[in-house]
């Protein structure tokens, strides 16, 4: 083969694989999204704007998650010390299906000086799809707690997801609601195979009531014989 063929093999072929490996990659769209955060701290109402970035990342059957603030949303009146402030957060999952995913952070790694934006340290948590589809993730509330504070910051804006994806739920999930079929069911009182009967047969009293009736008629013919036995016997007296 002349050096020219055996290029324009390549080529080819590299431009053939492209697009498998393009359409054998998740589809994903991922995107830094500002949230302005509406915060209730103990010395007030605070307002900031923060860049979110979530990424996730497929460990077995669920996704871990990663929450990034590219700024602080929250500041103190006084230097927080090394591991003073804890944060932790909710994102939300929206789409194939509807979730909650809490996220938490390690506490701040350096002090924080006294009037200054907070740096956020990334939070972290699992989503288990219980669907497969297409689901977006967006910046829920966020709570800061320091010194035996909390403060709560809700996203004012309405902001967008910060992460679109196609997630896979695992095999075998919980079972749809109504369950296994019921097989054979419990037998009805009586067990009568005769078709179009709507009594239980009767067994014991019909018989005893029938047996009582026979005696019955029986003592009763034999007390009017009787009777005509003793009237025939008077009237033969002289």
Not at 17 to 26: D, F, K, T
Not at 82 to 104: W, Y
Not at 122 to 148: E, H, Q, R, Y
Request: aromatic content about 2%; glycine content about 12%; hydrophobic content about 40%.
């Amino acid at each position: 083969m002349s050096h020219r063929k055996r290029s324009t093999a390549l080529a080819l072929a590299s431009a053939l694989a492209g697009p498998a490996v393009l359409l054998a990659a998740p589809a994903a769209h991922a995107a830094v999204v500002d949230v302005a955060y509406d915060c209730k701290t103990p010395i007030g109402d605070k307002s900031a704007v923060s860049p979110i970035d979530i990424k996730a990342v497929k460990e077995g059957d669920a996704y871990k998650l990663t929450m990034s603030f590219q700024k602080g949303v929250s500041s103190s009146p006084i230097e927080l010390g090394k591991g003073a402030m804890t944060p932790s957060a909710v994102i939300l999952v929206d789409g194939a299906e509807k979730a909650s995913v809490p996220v938490a952070g390690p506490p701040n790694p350096e002090a924080a000086p006294a009037d200054t934006p907070i740096k956020i340290t990334d939070l972290s948590g699992t989503f288990t799809p219980k669907k497969s589809g297409k689901v977006t993730f967006t910046a829920g509330v966020l709570t800061i707690k320091a010194m035996g504070t909390t403060t709560t910051c809700t996203p004012g804006n309405r902001p967008g997801p910060s992460l679109e994806l196609d997630v896979t739920a695992p095999a075998g999930g919980a079972p749809q609601s109504g369950g296994a079929p019921q097989s054979g069911g419990a037998p009805q009182s009586g067990g009568s195979s005769g078709a179009g009967q709507d009594t239980l047969p009767q067994t014991g009293p019909a018989d005893s009531a029938l047996a009582l009736g026979t005696l019955g008629a029986t003592v009763l013919l034999s007390g009017a014989a009787g009777m005509l036995w003793l009237t025939r016997r008077r009237r033969a007296r002289p």
